[in-house]
């Protein structure tokens, strides 16, 4: 069980209010995203759900109870940090037990957790070997061996793949993915990459100076972006928003088109345009172009086999039933 | 990154060691102060009374004040300017590669691990003594006259003694200083066609620009203070009486503790304004 | 990456390092040479360097005359009571302050820093009377404290500076994982900090150690330490060489060794985390 309730919960460190009156609902066995840009608020509000630090006002309640005042350690929810935070003078097995001693299991049982949790995560090898001995792949391997233990009500990852590599990242977001099918806990996830949050979220929460700009899964929130700011922050490469005439056009103030919903041509079309930078990645390229409708230039994806040369004029039709349109707040228009 | 429960415990376990500073310098700080208004003679009666601002002028205009003052500078000048001069040339030629550094180090550093009290002595006696001395040997070779270093010679020799103790001191903050310093930097410059001397001039010196002043602040706190050293060799005669050895004579060996104390206050004055220096550095550093 | 230096140049340098790292040790190698000299090839003319008879007279005449070990004893005492006492109240100073930062926490570190640098003359005369007072002239428990006292404020900023070294992400974790504020102090904390305590503890072993402004005034003979026991041969005994050098070898040597250890903490500790 681990149902999170957020009710009017607010923070403020001294005079600046850090996270405005917030209401928010994590259910039992969601995987839910908070995404952001560095800086609104996401990892605050996760350490607010951990107890690491108070809460200004509200309330916040864990399986219908009441934790607003609850200690870290009893709130029965087991964290995995950015820097995994591992006992540096510990061994790997002593890393993991070490939530177990602080509960006062007995060493039977302990051994036996930290043996399935190894196996699980492919660290039985390792078990006596330091963090410092580690890759690390296997460090943040071992920080989720010290939060599964414990079986707790819900995990909070904190950023925990932004000290690895690309590769490595790409491998370790489908294992935690894998882990949550299999364990079916509350996971509750803060990154600032909104690949990270589309690919393994149940439920986004897309926040902004504290504020949640939107709460929905990766599809609603990619087809169906309440605002512009959404709109920018959900989808790679970043949808393109343009105002002034061609947006009034259209009865709008702002006009947003995903770069894969823009069709190109060489010859007609309901912009013109001149192509700037491509970037091929092989199976699509993306094209800047700079055309009259906006100071920015827009992005386009298309096939990786069409090659258009710099400075090349080419006309670009957006399609229209993947227009968005924003008024004069930012909001969507329907 | 915190709660209010690990605030609260913080400033319980934080009240100890704030209580007892504060209690160690605003208690005999209250009384320094106090003294220097009263005529204060603990062998002749002790508080004689109030004496308002007596003790100030009669401190400052004593026939020892100046002398004392400028032996004070002397001695906190001399030694910052060998400290500094020697500390930079020597950690920068014990930062190039050579056989058995660490020994050198440890041969360069070992000054300062000597009590002041064994250094004065050792120096005084075993070198500068005038009949047996290590250095009334080397000048009868050379067929001069024996020097009588510390009377004759006093605040050189003493300069010399003090720096002696501290130059371990600036070579290894300056040694450490210099290690810091990213080699690509000076891969870079060396790219860019500058030459040793302008390396040095241009990316070592200005690297090492907040090593030498935090080196400068810290010896001369220590340096206004120094006492063993010359309490052991001249007792303060010769003209190498401080600026802390006269206060020190007014209140110990002469007993006027109200005299002393302005004196003592003027020290204080003295030494703040040198350490608000000394703390804008450090303290921009815990920014950081 | 370092280039390779040409052979040449590196004889060269290590012959002028070697050169002047041996003038400047000279001193106390001369000293400690002297100690085992017997009085007249102490002061021969020319010096003697090594072929002399060496003896051991010298250490135990130094011995019986001034009852060494009696100041030994105290030095030891001194400056491990005063270091002992300075970490115990200083761990949960800079425990706080490095984790549990707030607003003013840079102005009691910089307030701590300033009360170093009170000169120490200035107060000189209160303490002397508070002293006598409170009987503590002379005593043991006084010097502790005194000595406690002046060096409390580089003891916290080490410790602070070490303590701020280890991640706060890492306590946390351990209070996630149901550690009570003692637990985590034990389990975690104080394993993590043992290399920073261990050089905070030598450095200011030594630092008390050397301490001769406090210890030749506010003691006599009771508690006396080594500092004392050395500006007691300023005159007359200070012109026998060899006891002197005895007396002297005595009481440097325990420090030498341990300040050789101390090398890098020094740094740190001396400029108050300013350079590392």
Same mark, same amino acid.
């Given at each position: 069980?681990?149902?999170?309730?957020?009710?009017?919960?607010?923070?403020?460190?001294?005079?600046?209010?850090?996270?405005?009156?917030? /209401?928010?609902?994590?259910?039992?066995?969601?995987?839910?995203?908070?995404?952001?840009?560095? #800086?609104?608020?996401?990892?605050?509000?996760?350490?607010?759900?951990?107890?690491?630090?108070?809460?200004?006002?509200?309330?916040?309640?864990?399986? #219908?109870?009441?934790?607003?005042?609850?200690?870290?350690?009893?709130?029965?929810?087991?964290?995995?940090?950015?820097?995994?935070?591992?006992?540096?003078?510990?061994?790997?097995?002593? /890393?993991?037990?070490?939530?177990?001693?602080?509960?006062?299991?007995?060493?039977?049982?302990?051994?036996?957790?930290?043996?399935?949790?190894?196996?699980?995560? /492919?660290?039985?090898?390792?078990?006596?070997?330091?963090?410092?001995?580690?890759?690390?792949?296997?460090?943040?391997?071992?920080?989720?061996?010290?939060?599964?233990?414990?079986?707790?009500?819900?995990?909070?990852?904190?950023?925990?793949?932004?000290?690895?590599?690309?590769?490595?990242?790409?491998?370790?977001?489908?294992?935690?993915? *894998?882990?949550?099918?299999?364990?079916?806990?509350?996971?509750?996830?803060?990154?600032?990459?909104?690949?990270?949050?589309?690919?393994?979220?149940?439920?986004?929460?897309?926040?902004?100076?504290?504020? %949640?700009?939107?709460? #929905?899964?990766?599809?609603?929130?990619?087809?169906?972006?309440?605002?512009?700011?959404?709109?920018?922050?959900?989808?790679?490469?970043?949808?393109?928003?343009?105002?002034?005439?061609?947006?009034?056009?259209?009865?709008?103030?702002?006009?947003?088109?995903?770069?894969?919903? %823009?069709?190109?041509?060489?010859?007609?079309?309901?912009?013109?345009?001149?192509?700037?930078?491509?970037?091929?990645?092989?199976?699509?390229?993306?094209?800047?172009?700079?055309?009259?409708?906006?100071?920015?230039?827009?992005?386009?994806?298309?096939?990786? *086999?069409?090659?258009?040369?710099? #400075?090349?004029?080419?006309?670009?039709?957006?399609?229209? *039933?993947?227009?968005?349109?924003?008024?004069?707040?930012?909001?969507?228009?329907? | 990154?915190?709660?209010?429960?690990?605030?609260?415990?913080?400033?319980?376990?934080?009240?100890?060691?704030? $209580?007892?500073?504060?209690? &160690?310098?605003?208690?005999?700080?209250?009384?320094?102060?106090?003294?220097?208004?009263?005529?204060?003679?603990?062998?002749?009666?002790?508080?004689?009374?109030? @004496?308002? !601002?007596?003790?100030?002028?009669?401190?400052?205009?004593?026939?020892?004040? &100046?002398?004392?003052?400028?032996?004070?500078?002397?001695?906190?000048?001399?030694?910052?300017?060998?400290?500094?001069?020697?500390?930079?040339?020597?950690?920068?030629?014990?930062?190039?590669?050579? &056989?058995?550094?660490?020994?050198?180090?440890?041969?360069? $550093?070992?000054?300062?691990?000597?009590?002041?009290?064994?250094?004065?002595?050792? &120096?005084?006696?075993?070198?500068?003594?005038?009949?047996?001395?290590?250095?009334?040997?080397?000048?009868?070779?050379?067929?001069?006259?024996?020097? @009588?270093?510390?009377?004759? @010679?006093?605040?050189?020799? $003493?300069?010399?003694?003090?720096?002696?103790?501290?130059?371990?001191?600036?070579?290894?903050?300056?040694?450490?200083?210099?290690?810091?310093?990213?080699?690509?930097?000076?891969?870079?410059?060396?790219?860019?066609?500058?030459?040793?001397?302008?390396?040095?001039?241009? $990316?070592?010196?200005?690297?090492?620009?907040?090593?030498?002043?935090?080196?400068?602040?810290?010896?001369?706190? !220590?340096?206004?203070?120094?006492?063993?050293?010359?309490?052991?060799?001249?007792?303060?005669?010769?003209?190498?009486?401080?600026?802390?050895?006269?206060?020190?004579?007014?209140?110990?060996?002469?007993?006027?503790?109200?005299?002393?104390?302005?004196?003592?206050?003027?020290?204080?004055?003295?030494?703040?304004?040198?350490?608000? !220096?000394?703390?804008?550095?450090?303290?921009?550093?815990?920014?950081? | 990456?370092? =280039?390779?230096?040409?052979?040449?140049?590196?004889?060269?340098?290590? +012959?002028?390092?070697?050169?002047?790292?041996?003038?400047?040790?000279?001193?106390?190698?001369?000293?400690?040479?002297?100690?085992?000299?017997?009085?007249?090839?102490?002061?021969?003319?020319?010096?003697?360097?090594?072929?002399?008879?060496?003896?051991?007279?010298?250490?135990?005449?130094?011995?019986?005359?001034?009852?060494?070990? =009696?100041?030994?004893?105290?030095?030891?005492?001194?400056?491990?009571?005063?270091?002992?006492?300075?970490?115990?109240?200083?761990?949960?100073? +800079?425990?706080?302050?490095?984790?549990?930062?707030?607003?003013?926490?840079?102005?009691?570190?910089?307030?701590?820093?300033?009360?170093?640098?009170?000169?120490?003359?200035?107060?000189?005369?209160?303490?002397?009377?508070?002293?006598?007072?409170?009987?503590?002239?002379?005593?043991?428990?006084?010097?502790?404290?005194?000595?406690?006292?002046?060096?409390?404020?580089?003891?916290?900023?080490?410790?602070?500076?070490?303590? =701020?070294?280890?991640?706060?992400?890492?306590?946390?974790?351990?209070?996630?994982?149901?550690?009570?504020?003692?637990?985590?102090?034990?389990?975690?904390?104080?394993?993590?900090?043992?290399?920073?305590?261990?050089?905070?503890?030598?450095?200011?072993?030594?630092?008390?150690?050397?301490?001769?402004?406090?210890?030749?005034?506010?003691?006599?003979?009771?508690?006396?330490?080594?500092?004392?026991?050395?500006?007691?041969?300023?005159?007359?005994?200070?012109?026998?060489?060899?006891?002197?050098?005895?007396?002297?070898?005595?009481?440097?040597?325990?420090?030498?060794?341990?300040?050789?250890?101390?090398?890098?903490?020094?740094?740190?500790?001396?400029?108050?985390?300013?350079?590392?």
């Amino acid at each position: 069980m681990g149902r999170i309730q957020l009710k009017d919960v607010t923070k403020s460190f001294g005079e600046a209010q850090v996270i405005p009156p917030l /209401n928010l609902t994590i259910e039992d066995g969601e995987f839910t995203v908070f995404v952001g840009p560095s #800086g609104c608020g996401k990892s605050t509000l996760l350490r607010l759900i951990a107890g690491l630090e108070d809460i200004t006002s509200g309330v916040i309640e864990i399986n #219908g109870e009441d934790a607003t005042d609850v200690v870290p350690a009893r709130r029965g929810l087991a964290m995995v940090f950015q820097s995994y935070a591992l006992y540096p003078h510990m061994s790997v097995r002593k /890393n993991i037990a070490f939530p177990l001693r602080m509960a006062k299991m007995s060493p039977d049982e302990i051994d036996r957790r930290v043996k399935s949790a190894a196996d699980v995560l /492919n660290l039985t090898d390792y078990l006596e070997r330091r963090p410092g001995q580690l890759s690390g792949g296997q460090r943040q391997r071992v920080a989720i061996g010290r939060a599964i233990v414990r079986e707790p009500a819900a995990f909070l990852f904190d950023e925990p793949l932004s000290n690895l590599d690309a590769a490595l990242r790409v491998g370790m977001r489908m294992e935690i993915s *894998e882990l949550h099918k299999k364990l079916d806990t509350t996971m509750v996830y803060v990154t600032h990459d909104q690949v990270e949050a589309m690919t393994m979220a149940d439920k986004i929460v897309v926040l902004q100076a504290g504020y %949640i700009e939107q709460v #929905g899964s990766p599809l609603e929130l990619y087809q169906r972006p309440k605002n512009t700011f959404v709109a920018g922050f959900i989808g790679s490469p970043k949808m393109n928003l343009v105002t002034g005439a061609e947006a009034a056009r259209h009865d709008a103030t702002t006009i947003g088109i995903r770069p894969e919903h %823009i069709d190109i041509s060489d010859s007609e079309g309901a912009w013109k345009g001149i192509v700037g930078v491509s970037e091929h990645l092989g199976s699509d390229t993306f094209f800047h172009i700079h055309s009259d409708i906006s100071d920015e230039p827009l992005t386009v994806r298309a096939s990786g *086999e069409l090659l258009l040369d710099y #400075g090349a004029t080419v006309f670009l039709t957006p399609r229209a *039933e993947y227009l968005h349109r924003f008024d004069a707040r930012g909001l969507r228009i329907e | 990154m915190a709660t209010k429960a690990s605030r609260s415990a913080a400033r319980l376990m934080m009240a100890p060691a704030v $209580i007892l500073l504060m209690g &160690w310098m605003l208690v005999p700080l209250t009384m320094t102060v106090w003294f220097s208004f009263r005529k204060y003679l603990p062998l002749r009666g002790g508080d004689l009374g109030p @004496a308002g !601002f007596d003790n100030y002028v009669r401190f400052v205009t004593s026939s020892s004040f &100046w002398p004392a003052v400028w032996t004070t500078l002397i001695i906190v000048g001399g030694v910052l300017l060998i400290t500094v001069v020697l500390g930079i040339l020597l950690a920068l030629l014990l930062d190039q590669p050579m &056989w058995g550094q660490g020994v050198v180090r440890i041969l360069v $550093i070992a000054p300062f691990f000597v009590m002041p009290t064994v250094s004065a002595l050792v &120096w005084k006696n075993m070198f500068m003594d005038p009949t047996n001395g290590l250095f009334a040997h080397l000048w009868r070779l050379f067929g001069a006259e024996p020097v @009588a270093w510390l009377s004759e @010679a006093s605040m050189g020799s $003493i300069v010399m003694i003090v720096s002696w103790q501290w130059l371990p001191f600036a070579t290894l903050i300056l040694l450490t200083a210099i290690q810091s310093l990213d080699s690509e930097q000076l891969e870079a410059a060396e790219m860019d066609g500058a030459g040793p001397l302008q390396r040095f001039g241009h $990316i070592i010196l200005p690297h090492l620009g907040r090593a030498i002043t935090i080196v400068i602040l810290i010896q001369t706190i !220590f340096l206004l203070s120094i006492f063993a050293e010359i309490f052991v060799t001249t007792g303060g005669a010769f003209g190498t009486r401080t600026l802390t050895y006269l206060i020190f004579q007014r209140v110990l060996e002469s007993q006027n503790v109200g005299l002393g104390s302005a004196g003592g206050v003027y020290a204080i004055i003295l030494a703040n304004i040198v350490a608000i !220096f000394l703390m804008r550095i450090v303290g921009k550093n815990l920014d950081a | 990456m370092a =280039r390779a230096v040409s052979t040449q140049r590196k004889t060269l340098t290590t +012959a002028l390092a070697w050169a002047i790292g041996l003038v400047i040790f000279f001193p106390i190698l001369w000293t400690v040479l002297t100690s085992f000299k017997t009085e007249a090839q102490a002061i021969a003319n020319p010096p003697i360097f090594l072929n002399f008879d060496w003896t051991l007279e010298n250490y135990a005449i130094v011995q019986e005359r001034s009852n060494y070990m =009696r100041f030994l004893w105290n030095s030891v005492i001194l400056a491990g009571g005063s270091t002992l006492l300075g970490i115990i109240i200083a761990v949960p100073a +800079a425990w706080s302050m490095a984790f549990v930062p707030s607003k003013r926490t840079k102005d009691i570190l910089l307030w701590m820093l300033s009360t170093k640098m009170l000169p120490a003359v200035g107060v000189l005369y209160p303490i002397y009377l508070l002293f006598i007072k409170m009987g503590l002239l002379d005593s043991r428990a006084g010097m502790v404290i005194v000595l406690m006292l002046i060096n409390l404020p580089i003891i916290v900023w080490m410790l602070y500076t070490y303590f =701020r070294e280890i991640p706060g992400e890492i306590l946390e974790a351990a209070r996630m994982d149901g550690a009570t504020l003692k637990e985590e102090l034990i389990y975690i904390l104080t394993p993590m900090a043992i290399p920073g305590i261990a050089s905070t503890v030598l450095l200011n072993f030594i630092l008390a150690w050397n301490e001769a402004f406090w210890t030749l005034n506010l003691t006599a003979v009771d508690a006396a330490p080594l500092t004392a026991f050395i500006a007691s041969y300023s005159s007359p005994e200070g012109l026998f060489f060899a006891k002197l050098s005895a007396a002297s070898t005595m009481a440097i040597a325990p420090i030498l060794i341990l300040g050789w250890f101390s090398q890098k903490q020094l740094v740190r500790g001396l400029t108050f985390g300013a350079v590392k």
